[in-house]
């Protein structure tokens, strides 16, 4: 049978490459250079189109063009290729096309008409017209592949459509020297480009009628123009994340009557004294302003007062990350609309007013690392919309207000103080608290209350470094999401209590420096997601456990414990028969009675759970598979994955399969932004937990260029108390092979190209062979087909979906599966081997079969499960009668 296999593959494969060379020839060869012959025509005809608006020639540059200027050309032009100043592409999809069109300092004049067709040179990269005569608009549309755009020291005038704004690859743009510019929109948008320079002294005299001016994102420096001021209708002025100096122009407010945003934040822009500061002044005339955005720059010296006098109509005002100093002016109450205030990271003093009790809609409030000092004003309760306090390394004193527990908070952050007092037990009945509770390096007092078991949302509570007495509470076991517990360097006392084993979340537990005591409990060794674990320096004793977290030495810590024994050996503790003296046989006899009463109990209790196990079996499993690849990926919380795909918001969902749904995310590594790829599973679908454990097995092990790369993975409890699992991917931002085969099913407008055909699947194949190769057991994907083959930003396959995927032993047996209901699911019909409609074991061959199938769908188009392959059409009928095809066209 394995030699029948064998042939087979063989004559299969003889085939295939048969048809391959012959697609390659006919494609490659023929085709290509009849389309690209037709098409430089186009290109040509489009240049002569331009050339008979040129009225003025005078070093004759445009003779070549196939006629004199002006002249009517009907006939077809010939390929523009050798045409003065017409570079045209010489390989891939640009051959034969006009790539570049240079007619600087030739003198050229006439008049270009706005609706260019300049738009019909798709592959134009490279347009400079300047240093000539021209008079007219600016061309427009423009091909969308343009980069360098150069239309200075012309004549040109009317109007600059917004249409400049979807040229996305455009990186140099030069309008300098334009006699007039009129804003057809009045908007003048040119983000998130590479633009550098100055902008120039006169931009404001010539732009009167705009009203939006951003320029964000760029590399743009030099002051702030003066003669902005004169654009008197300007409503925005959006300038971040650029490199602009100087003062900022304190006639902006004078002037521009109907300014609603000014944003500058992330510049050199200064402020060194008073006077430096009478923008702001000025910013008072502007009774529409709602946004203030001056953060991120070098803004030093008082804070004017003037800032409680801004309209009462402001929404957002950004300061921080400055050197201001001073203090918050009392009036910062008359601003009843504002949202967000960010006066973060400066030198601000004094008190935080008691006025900010009036901004009813204040959603965010950001103060921290400043000198303020005094109590924490108890009207900040009145702001029932308040999700974000962030006070923490000030030196505020006094108590922390019950009130807070008003706000529907759900950060909150005041570490690094000089609090006193209890923890209020009404901030710590706060519903909404999910992304910390950080009272960290105060001087609390008193006994953790047990409403902090009403955080049932909260991910990190920290409460470490205070004076905080009593045990922990056992109602902390209701915090089903916490994932960081730091309560160190207190003086709790009492024993760990057993709840806290029902923290499945878990993943930081410190809870040294304080008076706890009793052993160390067993369940802190049942903990599976737990990642570090420090309860050194208390008065534990016992032994110490050898499960779980405590076999590995440098996840935890029973530092300055003497009453210990046992464990690990590279804990150095003495054996626990030591501890059992002459004086203390007694006892000894009655804790082994007990323990021995303890242990048929726990036999009979091992009894009642062996189906409760039984039942969670898969569930454990996919905790096991986490615990693997835990070493090499750092896991991400529900909550994070949430945020990162705004709910996982339709708009974001990117695919849908057997055992789940993708989504697009945005997740923050190093300070920077990473587009991601969320694979939520679908735990109620039969085998989405086994697809979960068989993903995170094969790819924890699995790393080639043509694999997808995981990044980390989720095993949580969701906002409704469920499981949770999913793993986060590197995006690839050209979707799957699917669409690009099929593409009008996709409403794609392109389809591949041979050679990037013949690419993706040379990709394939080596990610095939990598996967069969494997040591110390091949693995078999077992569903090998084109919604499974990702493509990144370089038209790279990798290969996905590893949800099915099987080790097998060296005699090609697949080794034992992890549920029989998942076992029997091996592919997709039409591309899955017949062998394994038979009941047939799983094996390489069956991906190889797969992998043929994928072959001809790439060349030809056609999937297996199509109309086409009705009554006696078949998919080997349809490669012969292909290859006759070829033959006969070949002849």
């Known amino acids: 049978m394995e030699r029948h296999g064998c042939s087979r593959h063989r004559h299969c494969s003889f085939v295939l490459l048969i048809v391959v060379v012959v697609v390659a020839y006919l494609l490659v060869g023929v085709v290509p250079a009849l389309q690209a012959s037709v098409i430089a025509e186009d290109d040509g005809r489009a240049l002569m189109q331009f050339q008979s608006l040129i009225t003025e020639d005078p070093y004759g540059a445009l003779a070549s063009w196939g006629g004199s200027s002006g002249s009517n ?174 003062v900022i122009p304190d006639c902006l407010g004078a002037h521009l009557q109907n300014l609603w945003e000014l944003t500058l934040d992330d510049n050199q822009l200064e402020a060194n004294s008073d006077s430096d500061w009478r923008f702001l002044d000025s910013l008072t005339n502007c009774s529409n302003l709602k946004v203030i955005g001056l953060a991120g720059n070098k803004l030093q010296g008082l804070l004017p007062g003037s800032i409680a006098n801004l309209s009462t109509s402001m929404e957002f005002l950004s300061i921080y990350n400055n050197m201001i100093h001073g203090q918050i002016p009392q009036g910062i109450g008359n601003l009843v609309n504002l949202d967000s205030i960010y006066m973060h990271l400066n030198n601000l003093a004094g008190t935080i007013p008691d006025s900010i009790g009036k901004l009813k809609k204040l959603s965010n409030l950001y103060l921290y690392d400043n000198n303020l000092s005094g109590q924490i004003p108890a009207t900040i309760g009145n702001l029932t919309m308040l999700s974000r306090l962030s006070l923490n390394e ?63 949302n909260l991910q990190t509570l920290d409460v470490s470094g205070n004076r905080l007495t009593g045990e922990i509470p056992a109602s902390l076991g209701n915090c089903q999401i916490l994932q960081y517990c730091i309560m160190k360097g207190n003086f709790l006392q009492g024993e760990i209590p057993s709840s806290i084993g029902q923290l499945r979340g878990l993943l930081v537990l410190d809870l040294s420096g304080n008076n706890l005591s009793g052993c160390i409990p067993d369940l802190l060794s049942n903990m599976k997601g737990i990642e570090r674990m420090d309860i050194s320096f208390n008065n534990f004793e016992g032994e110490v456990p050898k499960r779980g977290i ?133 735990l109620q679908q039969r085998g989405a937990s086994q697809s979960f454990v068989a993903e995170c097995e094969t790819l924890r092990c699995a790393r ?49 190209s041979l050679i990037q055909r013949i690419n993706i699947a040379i990709d394939v194949a080596s990610a095939l062979e990598y996967l069969h190769q494997y040591r110390p057991a091949p693995i078999v994907h077992c569903d090998f087909k084109p919604s499974n083959i990702l493509l990144d930003n370089d038209m790279v396959a990798h290969v996905g979906d590893f949800g099915l995927a099987r080790f097998v032993d060296h005699g090609q047996h697949s080794l034992p599966d992890i549920s029989s209901g998942w076992a029997t699911i091996r592919g997709t019909i039409g591309y899955a081997a017949p062998e394994y409609g038979l009941g047939n074991k799983i094996s390489i061959y069956g991906d190889t079969y797969s992998f043929g199938v994928l072959l001809l769908e790439i060349f030809t188009g056609k999937r297996p499960t199509d109309a086409d392959f009705a009554q006696d059409l078949s998919l080997h009928r349809l490669e012969f009668g292909v290859r006759r095809m070829f033959q006969q066209i070949a002849c």
């Open 550 to 682: 405590f076999l590995n030495a440098s996840a935890f810590s029973v530092e300055g414990i003497t009453g210990l024994c046992g464990g690990i050996p590279e804990l150095k503790l003495p054996p626990c028969s030591n501890y059992i003296s002459t004086t203390n046989k007694r006892l000894h006899k009655l804790v082994m009675a007990i323990s021995t009463a303890f242990a048929i109990l726990g036999i009979a209790l091992l009894l009642a759970l062996f189906v409760f196990f039984r039942q969670t079996r898969n569930s454990r499993k996919g905790e096991h598979a986490l615990l693997l690849i835990s070493d090499q990926h750092v896991r991400v919380s529900y909550t994070e994955l949430v945020t990162s795909t705004n709910g996982f918001a339709s708009e974001n969902l990117v695919g849908v399969g057997s055992f789940g749904s993708v989504y697009k995310g945005t997740m923050m590594s190093n300070e920077e932004e990473v587009v991601v790829a969320v694979k939520v599973l679908n």
């Open 73 to 246: 050309h009907s006939a077809s032009p010939a390929t523009p290729c050798g045409w003065c100043g017409v570079t045209c592409g010489v390989r891939g999809r640009s051959r034969g096309r006009v790539t570049a069109l240079d007619l600087r300092g030739l003198g050229l004049g006439g008049a270009i008409v706005a609706q260019s067709s300049l738009s019909s040179l798709t592959y134009l990269r490279w347009l400079d017209l300047s240093q000539n005569r021209l008079c007219g608009g600016v061309p427009t549309p423009l091909p969308l592949s343009l980069e360098y755009l150069n239309l200075s020291c012309n004549a040109l005038q009317g109007a600059v459509s917004s249409e400049l704004g979807s040229l996305r690859r455009l990186r140099i743009l030069s309008l300098i020297l334009l006699a007039e510019i009129s804003v057809r929109n009045k908007h003048l948008v040119m983000q998130f480009n590479n633009l550098t320079g100055t902008l120039p002294p006169c931009a404001g005299n010539r732009l009167p009628r705009l009203k939006v001016l951003s320029v964000d994102r760029n590399q743009l420096h030099g002051a702030i123009p003066v003669s902005l001021c004169n654009s008197s209708k300007l409503e925005v002025i959006q300038m971040m994340k650029n490199s602009f100096s100087g």
């Open 394 to 456: 000030n030196m505020l004193t006094g108590s922390i207000p019950s009130s807070l527990g008003n706000c529907p908070l759900e950060t909150l952050e005041l570490q690094n103080n000089r609090l006193t007092g209890p923890i209020p037990k009404e901030v710590l009945q706060i519903s909404t608290l999910s992304t910390s509770a950080n009272f960290q390096r105060n001087m609390l007092t008193g006994s953790l209350p047990s409403e902090v078991g009403d955080l049932k």
């Open 704 to 752: 080639h260029r043509n694999l997808v790369k995981i990044l980390t993975v989720c095993s949580s409890i969701d906002s409704r108390g469920l499981d949770f699992k999913a793993i986060v991917f590197d995006f690839l931002p050209n979707g799957n092979l699917h669409q690009w085969l099929h593409p009008r099913e996709h409403g794609n407008q392109t389809g591949l």
